[in-house]
C-alpha cells in the first residue's frame, strides 16, 4: 500500500478494462488519480473515491491535442501536480489487410500511436519542469509476434514500441522514464465479440493456459510508475503468458 502516495496519475482508457483496472490500482496505493476517457470515466472516478481513494473523472479524447491540453490543465489546477501518466487508451481491430478501409486504419493510428504522442507531448514539458515523471504506454503482444488479422493494430502498436523507446532516450538524463507493456490476451470488454473457438485458440496459444487478467497487466504498470523503477526506461515489458517466447 501507498506505493504512489502523494503522487497525481493521469490514465486513458480508465473507463474499462486495463486502465479501470490501472485506475483502480493507483487510487489504492495512495494516487490522486485523473480517470481519462471518452466513456465510463466518471463512474471509474466514483469507485475510487467510494473506497476512499482520491480521484477525478476527466472526459479525453486522446485522438485530439485539444483534449488533451484541456485534461492536463484541468489536472493541474485539480491537484497542482502531474507525476504518472499511463497511455491506456486504445481500439481493436479483426481484418485482412485486403479489406482494411483507409479510414479505419487513419482512426487505429490516430487513438493507438497519434494518442500516444499527443500525450507525452503534453505531458513532457511539466515533467522536465518538476525533474522527474513516468510514462507508460500500452502496446501489444502484437508489436512483438505475427498475429493474424491485425495489420493496421500491429503497426500501431509496433509504433508505441519505437516511439517509448526512442522519446525515452530523450528524456532518460532528465529523471524521466518511458516505457511500454505489451499485453498478451487478456479477458476485458475488448473481447466481447470474439467467437468461443477464438477464446480457445487465444488459450491454446498462450503458454500459461489461461488468458490474462487486467490487474495483472495493472500490477506491471504500477510497478514501473514507483520508484522501484527509477532505473528502468526505453523497455518493453511483455506481459503474455509465455505467448511471445515460444
Ligand atoms: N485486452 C487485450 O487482450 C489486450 C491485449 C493487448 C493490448 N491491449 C491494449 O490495452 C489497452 C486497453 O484495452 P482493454 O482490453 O482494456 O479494452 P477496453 O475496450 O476495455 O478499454 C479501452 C478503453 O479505451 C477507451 N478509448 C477508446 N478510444 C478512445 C479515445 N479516442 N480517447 C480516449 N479513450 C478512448 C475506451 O472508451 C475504453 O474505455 C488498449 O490499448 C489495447 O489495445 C489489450
Known sequence: MNRLAGKTALITGAGSGIGREVAHKFGKEGAAVVCADIKGFEETAKEI???????IGVELDVSKL?????????????????????NIAGIPEAVDIVDLEEEAFDKMMNVNLKGVFFGMKTVLPHFVEKGAGKIVNIASLAAHVGLT?????S????GVVSMSRQVAMD?????IQINAVSPGIIETPILANISPEM???FTDATPANRLGRPDEIASMVLFLCTNEADFITGQ????DGGWGSQ
Not at 236 to 239: D, E
Open 49 to 55: 473515491t467510494d473506497a476512499g481513494g482520491k480521484a
Open 66 to 86: 485539444d483534449s488533451w491540453k484541456q485534461a492536463v490543465d484541468h489536472t493541474m489546477k485539480e491537484f497542482g501536480a502531474l507525476d504518472a501518466l499511463a
Open 149 to 153: 488479422n491485425l495489420p493496421s493494430y
Open 155 to 158: 503497426a500501431s502498436k509496433g
Open 171 to 175: 528524456y532518460a538524463g532528465r529523471n
Open 199 to 201: 477464446r480457445k485458440q
Open 236 to 239: 518493453a515489458m511483455i506481459v
